[in-house]
């Protein structure tokens, strides 16, 4: 299924200024932080430690990627545009971490990977620019290549950002798909999820929730 994020990050002039527009500024570095800190969280309260394998879906330009491998994680990124996987590749070739981060370029919607492949998958900054039938199918692929955990990151409809962006982003024609609380869990239910706890970078304030979630156990 197309969405515009699907095809917007396939620019090469994109890709080579994501990381300097989003991440450099003090607003950008103190989100970046803040960000690599919830998902450790996250990871830790599902108690997936080192040298557990993760599957990072979109890797982007590695960001998080890196961060986690640097932390002793054995860590696959992927990304659905070639662009960003290429400037991934530049930060592995820099980290001597090749042995345990690397980087593929694939669709979220059909992962080439067997079933339990992974100890946890983790989603940021993705389902902000995804429709809920897009989102669901994504989902059920991570939950198919995870052995137990999901950490996926969501955008809260009622937070303040998400307000005070609303209007900017119409008249931009952005396409945003923010959720409330509620609309995560009947999301989770349909995938046969159940959520453990979510997480948020700043309550309240900032749209980014992280939710971590594990396949729902069957009665009998």
């Given at each position: 299924m197309e969405y515009t994020a699907k095809k917007a990050y396939r620019d090469q002039s994109v890709a080579l200024e994501y990381d300097a527009r989003r991440f450099q500024?003090?607003?950008?570095?103190?989100?970046?932080?803040?960000?690599?800190?919830?998902?450790?969280?996250?990871?830790?309260?599902?108690?997936?430690?080192?040298?557990?394998?993760?599957?990072?879906?979109?890797?982007?330009?590695?960001?998080?990627?890196?961060?986690?491998?640097?932390?002793?994680?054995?860590?696959?990124?992927?990304?659905?545009?070639?662009?960003?996987?290429?400037?991934?590749?530049?930060?592995?070739?820099?980290?001597?971490?090749?042995?345990?981060?690397?980087?593929?370029?694939?669709?979220?919607?059909?992962?080439?990977?067997?079933?339990?492949?992974?100890?946890?998958?983790?989603?940021?900054?993705?389902?902000?620019?995804?429709?809920?039938?897009?989102?669901?199918?994504?989902?059920?692929?991570?939950?198919?290549v995870s052995r137990r955990f999901l950490i996926l990151g969501y955008y809260h409809r009622r937070s303040l950002q998400n307000i005070l962006r609303r209007q900017v982003r119409r008249r931009r024609g952005i396409m945003w798909f923010p959720v409330t609380p509620e609309e995560v869990r009947i999301e989770l239910a349909a995938a046969g999820l159940r959520e453990i706890e979510t997480l948020y970078l700043v309550r309240g304030i900032s749209e980014t929730m992280v939710v971590i979630c594990e396949e729902e156990k069957q009665s009998g």
């Open positions: 500024s003090w607003k950008g570095r103190w989100t970046h932080k803040l960000e690599l800190s919830l998902i450790e969280s996250a990871l830790k309260k599902a108690g997936i430690a080192p040298p557990d394998s993760i599957l990072d879906l979109p890797c982007g330009t590695g960001r998080l990627s890196l961060h986690l491998a640097r932390q002793g994680y054995r860590v696959t990124g992927m990304d659905i545009s070639r662009e960003m996987i290429s400037r991934a590749e530049e930060k592995i070739r820099n980290s001597q971490l090749e042995s345990t981060f690397r980087v593929v370029v694939g669709d979220a919607e059909t992962l080439p990977y067997p079933e339990a492949f992974f100890d946890a998958c983790v989603s940021l900054r993705l389902f902000g620019h995804t429709p809920s039938p897009v989102r669901q199918k994504i989902i059920g692929e991570l939950k198919r």
